[in-house]
Every structure is written in structure tokens, then in C-alpha cells.
T-cell receptor, first 115, second 115 residues
Framework: DADVTQTPRNRITKTGKRIMLECSQT?????MYWYRQDPGLGLRLIYY???????NKGEISDGYSVSRQAQAKFSLSLESAIPNQTALYFC??????????????FGPGTRLTVL | AQSVTQPDIHITVSEGASLELRCNYS??????LFWYVQSPGQGLQLLLK??????LVQGIKGFEAEFKRSQSSFNLRKPSVHWSDAAEYFC?????????????FGKGTKLSVKP
């Protein structure tokens, strides 16, 4: 079984709809992240969480919100989706104990299309 | 602001040929540096990382990278490319700015392999 799972893997929705992307991990890591990937732009950080009570904005948080329901679960919401939020979204985890040099482990991604 | 630059958007090499993918970073002190690979339809997988010690780092799948402080570079190399190496490659550095401990990614280099 995969250590970091994301659901759904693909989603097509319409402008104005509320969308939730979910991430679960079995690695026991404290830190979780949400990134979006756009062609030619690499990955950009949306939100990150160091533990259940610690959530922080990343580089491009406008239009997004997150919820850390448990150590293993981190959800990303688009309250009112717009077409320029069409992208590939990745969840990642890392072990806080490892410090800045620790590896981030990525989920398989969710491809979101907003029409 | 801290940044990671991958100058080559797309590289094509013949199978069996050597490969070098370039990465430059901007940061005053020694950064923590990573190379990730993204195969088509997959998440990101760590190839190797550098944070101290020997400047030549060995990774998985026969890849290596060399940290050169004088050139602010962390180039990825492989002596003989296989068709299965066709993928997109991302260089990343730990962000010592606003999002402490998170990764800043380059925009990626897509590798195509000719038979």
C-alpha cells in the first residue's frame, strides 16, 4: 500500500463549486504539505502543517483553505473554484524530527480541472 | 529572495549517452539541496540530497550530483541513460525565508531519451 494517498486522483468541476482534496499518510510523519504544479512553473507551496494545531500559509494560499483533521490527514479545500486553479495538486509529508534536511514524500497527485 | 534555477526546460539525449542536468541556487550559506524525479502520471520521488560532507552525492537509479559552492550549482549526472529515465527532474532547496524548512523548487527539466 502507498504511504501517501490522495483522493480523488482526477476531478472535473465547474466554476464556483466547492471542492475538497484529501490526503492521508501512514508514515507517522508530523509535517504535511500541499503543493500545486503548473506546466513550466514547477511546484509551489500552498499550505503546510507542522502538527494538528499548527497550520501555515505557503507561497500561494489565496483561494485555498486547509484542515488537519488528524496527524495522518490533511485536506485542501477550494471554497469557490475558478479556472486558473486548474492544476496538478500534490500532498507531501516529512518527519519533523529529521529537521530541514529530511526528505519529503509525495503522494501520486490529484489532477483538478475547473471549467 | 532565495531561488532555484534550472536553465534547461527540455533535454533530449540518446540512450546510453551521458547526462547532466543543471541546477543553480541563490543562498548565502550552504543550502540543503535535493533532486526529485517525476515519471509520467506519478508523484515525485527523491533521487538524492545534500546537506553537508562530501560534495559528490550518490543517489538511486545510478544518479549522482555534485555540490559546487563556487558556482552555486548542484548538477545531476548519470553516465549512461536508460529509456526508463525519461521523466521530469526537479531541483529543490530548503527555504530559509518565510516558510522555514520548506522546499523551493526549480521549474523542472523534462528529459526525453532517443532510442
Amino acid at each position: 500500500d502507498a504511504d501517501v494517498t490522495q483522493t480523488p486522483r482526477n476531478r472535473i468541476t465547474k466554476t464556483g463549486k466547492r471542492i475538497m482534496l484529501e490526503c492521508s499518510q501512514t508514515k507517522g510523519h508530523d509535517r504535511m504539505y500541499w503543493y500545486r504544479q503548473d506546466p513550466g512553473l514547477g511546484l509551489r507551496l500552498i499550505y503546510y502543517s507542522f502538527d494538528v494545531k499548527d497550520i501555515n500559509k505557503g507561497e500561494i494560499s489565496d483561494g485555498y483553505s486547509v484542515s488537519r483533521q488528524a496527524q495522518a490527514k490533511f485536506s485542501l479545500s477550494l471554497e469557490s473554484a475558478i479556472p486558473n486553479q486548474t492544476a496538478l495538486y500534490f500532498c507531501a509529508t516529512s518527519d519533523l524530527a529529521g529537521g530541514p534536511s529530511d526528505t519529503q514524500y509525495f503522494g501520486p497527485g490529484t489532477r483538478l480541472t475547473v471549467l | 529572495a532565495q531561488s532555484v534555477t534550472q536553465p534547461d526546460i527540455h533535454i533530449t539525449v540518446s540512450e546510453g549517452a551521458s547526462l547532466e542536468l543543471r541546477c543553480n541556487y541563490s543562498y548565502g550559506a550552504t543550502p540543503y539541496l535535493f533532486w526529485y524525479v517525476q515519471s509520467p502520471g506519478q508523484g515525485l520521488q527523491l533521487l538524492l540530497k545534500y546537506f553537508s560532507g562530501d560534495t559528490l552525492v550518490q543517489g538511486i537509479k545510478g544518479f549522482e550530483a555534485e555540490f559546487k559552492r563556487s558556482q552555486s550549482s548542484f548538477n545531476l549526472r548519470k553516465p549512461s541513460v536508460h529509456w526508463s529515465d525519461a521523466a521530469e527532474y526537479f531541483c529543490a532547496a530548503v527555504n530559509y525565508g518565510g516558510s522555514q524548512g520548506n522546499l523551493i523548487f526549480g521549474k523542472g527539466t523534462k528529459l526525453s531519451v532517443k532510442p
